[in-house]
């Protein structure tokens, strides 16, 4: 008897016919609109497996409904959005995609940094709405990127692709992070130093950390207190990393110059968002790796995690 498992968004055709060679396959048919919290608790009761996304909040009182499940497949690097304890409680295992968007997150990322730097979106609004009359000397000026210093928090493999690119425009890359790379300090030339100096020196700061409870709240008024008036801050990582209170006072009053957000702690953003009525801001719905080939390789890689478990087979990619 094959095993049963549940997919929490419709995904491409393709990767639920391979799913269907070893399994019984239940899908929310919806691609835009989250499964429901009481559907995912019904559906919890009976299935082996589960493909699940960011979006859904595999908690201890969900994961306590489980009797059956063997495996939560996610098609995300980050897990906060699962209870890892309960599930290692429970014997669950848990995957994840990292490495397969590394180098399409640090495409979103460097894009971000460059469309914030030079006010593209802005511009881009400001030609649309008529408002372009005639050129002159300082109209939509923004920061330039080459030869700035580029501060990063986290050096994992996104922080270490995103400071090759950051090499090509001759860019001074320094970094923070739980532990030094010495690896990536010879092969890219970067530094690292403490989170005070990073803040203090870099005219970029980008935030690539894994989400946690340590690092919750990590970029708060404090640490933007310490960036330079003329600073970009650049999120591609998790909302909750950055207290968007403190980036909103900071970004209203001019503390610094401007920020590029593809994350948020509430997500989707509410619209009322006082920091989406500020014209310093670059905001994104999330799409760090939203390239086609990427979200396929992503849906793949979390199928073979989720096969392989269910077949008592050590996956690539395991959390626990």
């Known amino acids: 008897m094959k095993p049963t498992i549940f997919i929490t968004r419709k995904i491409d055709d393709q990767i639920v016919e391979k799913i269907k060679e070893t399994c019984e396959v239940d899908m929310w048919p919806e691609e835009e609109i989250p499964v429901p919290r009481s559907v995912l608790e019904e559906k919890v009761k009976y299935i082996d497996g589960l493909f699940c996304l960011l979006t859904e909040t595999i908690d201890k009182s969900l994961l306590e409904k489980a009797e059956n499940l063997k495996v939560v497949s996610n098609m995300a690097v980050g897990y906060n959005n699962i209870d890892i304890q309960t599930a290692k409680e429970k014997g669950i295992t848990v995957t994840n995609t990292p490495g397969v968007l590394t180098q399409t997150t640090a495409d979103l990322t460097f894009a971000l940094l460059m469309a914030t730097a030079r006010r593209l979106v802005e ?31 986290g050096m994992g493999r996104i922080g270490e692709a995103l400071a090759k690119r950051a090499l090509g425009f001759d860019m001074n890359v320094i970094y923070h992070n739980r532990s030094r790379k010495t690896e990536a300090e010879e092969k890219y030339g970067i530094t690292y130093v403490n989170m005070d100096q990073l803040l203090k020196e870099s005219d970029f700061v980008c935030v690539l950390t894994p989400y946690t409870k340590e690092t919750h709240d990590l970029i708060s008024e404090k640490e933007l207190s310490l960036m330079k008036d003329t600073a970009i801050l650049i999120n591609t990582a998790r909302g909750g990393i950055v207290n968007e209170e403190a980036l909103y006072k900071a970004l209203k009053d001019r503390r610094i110059w401007a920020a590029g957000l593809d994350v948020f702690q509430e997500e989707p953003v509410p619209l009322d968002h006082p920091i989406l009525s500020l014209p310093n801001v670059v905001t994104l719905p999330h799409i760090g790796s939203a390239s086609i080939k990427t979200r396929l390789k992503m849906a793949d890689v979390a199928t073979d995690n989720l096969i392989k478990s269910l077949k008592n087979e050590t996956p690539k990619y395991v959390v626990i």
């Open 123 to 153: 511009g881009s609004s400001y030609l649309r709405d008529g408002e372009w009359k005639t050129w002159s000397p300082m109209q939509l000026t923004g920061q330039d990127i080459h030869g700035a210093t580029l501060g990063i928090i």
